[in-house]
């Protein structure tokens, strides 16, 4: 069974950072695929960030909105999934979800609530 758990999440001040950890376990392999999405009150749950496997390693692709200021990056083989989270706006307030995929299959976890605010 396909458990995923994020943590890390927390209150910060505008300007602040945060890094937002997801634990898969039960993949299996290191073959998968990772994102990070989020959902703020009142609105949908929107993309934040993804991970692609090139021919030279991981390449993360991001939102408008965080480009510059979020980095995510994974330890494959321990199927740890990172969202660094820099200069953070009050915009940025959300639970945030990271998504596992493998073999057809879409995992999501519990999310992790961050909050910007002064």
């Known amino acids: 069974q396909v458990q995923v758990v994020e943590s890390g999440g927390g209150l910060v001040e505008p300007g602040g950072s945060l890094r937002l950890t997801c634990a898969a376990s039960?993949?299996?392999?290191?073959?998968?695929?990772a994102s990070w999405y989020r959902q703020a009150p009142g609105s949908d749950r929107e993309f934040v960030s993804t991970l692609t496997q090139t021919a030279t390693g991981d390449r993360a692709n991001y939102v408008t909105s965080v480009r510059g200021r979020f980095a995510m990056s994974r330890d494959k083989a321990k199927k740890i999934i990172y969202l660094q989270m820099n200069n953070l706006k009050p915009e940025d307030t959300a639970v945030y979800f990271c998504?596992?995929?493998?073999?057809?299959?879409?995992?999501w976890g519990q999310g992790t609530q961050v909050s910007v605010s002064s």
């Open positions: 039960g993949l299996g392999s290191s073959d998968y695929w």
């Open positions: 998504n596992v995929r493998k073999g057809g299959g879409s995992y």
